[in-house]
């Protein structure tokens, strides 16, 4: 079954701890991207990556990094959470950046 | 750059109303995409539309693409509960990152 999986699927974690979203996809894509999700703003792009060791900026990146070491992971870090950073995550996977995507099933993150 | 504008924002129907969301791009667009998201769920594809005038249906779901791919529309003919969620259109302007309008939150009551 095609799938995009993301863990931890909820957090609740405190100001300036490191933290790492996975994101692994089984479906051989070559393009992969992390979207925040938060009311009234729709789906917003962090980061996304063309290919192994190819990433480059969405339209919200900051605060956030990623990599792409392998072809099915694309991990999310927040080196240093703030409150502002409290939203839905989600890993997002298709062919490449204008096809069909398919999207994990979230992960809720609140930083306190 | 790029933008994709979704109207209304929010639509509450009575159960077998009909139901209508807006999609508009500021640029020609190479396609247009569709995705549901039910409450507490993630985005699933629904459809892409391609071709300039195109119009697609899915059951009681049509989904029209404007002569100048600039524009798209969803309609659901005879909501019913299960058409509750948000629904996105997402363009895509020759190959770049899909760009997603806000979506169209949708709430039936029976």
């Known amino acids: 079954e095609a799938q995009v999986t993301q863990n931890p699927r909820y957090l609740i974690t405190v100001t300036g701890k490191k933290l790492t979203v996975t994101c692994s996809q089984n479906?051989?894509?070559?393009?992969m991207s992390w979207y925040r999700q938060d009311p009234g703003l729709g789906l917003r792009q962090i980061y996304y990556s063309m290919n192994v060791e190819v990433t480059d900026k969405g339209d919200v990146p900051e605060g956030y990094k990623v990599s792409r070491k392998e072809k099915r992971n694309f991990p999310l870090i927040l080196e240093s959470p703030s409150p502002n950073q409290t939203s839905l995550y989600f890993c997002a996977s298709s062919q490449g950046p204008g096809n069909t995507i398919y999207f994990g099933e979230g992960s809720w993150l609140t930083v306190v | 750059g790029q933008q994709v504008m979704q109207i209304p924002q929010y639509q509450h129907v009575q159960e077998g109303e009909d139901f209508t969301t807006y999609c508009n791009s500021s640029t020609t667009l190479s396609n247009i995409q569709w995705y549901k998201q039910r409450p507490g769920g993630h985005p699933v594809f629904l459809i892409q539309l391609v071709k300039s005038g195109e119009v697609k249906k899915q059951k009681r779901l049509t989904f029209q693409f404007g002569e100048a791919k600039k524009n798209s529309s969803l309609h659901i003919t005879a909501t019913q509960t299960t058409d509750v969620g948000t629904y996105f259109c997402a363009g895509d302007q020759a190959g770049t990152a899909l760009i997603f309008g806000k979506g169209t939150t949708l709430s039936v009551s029976s």
């Open positions: 479906m051989n894509h070559e393009y």
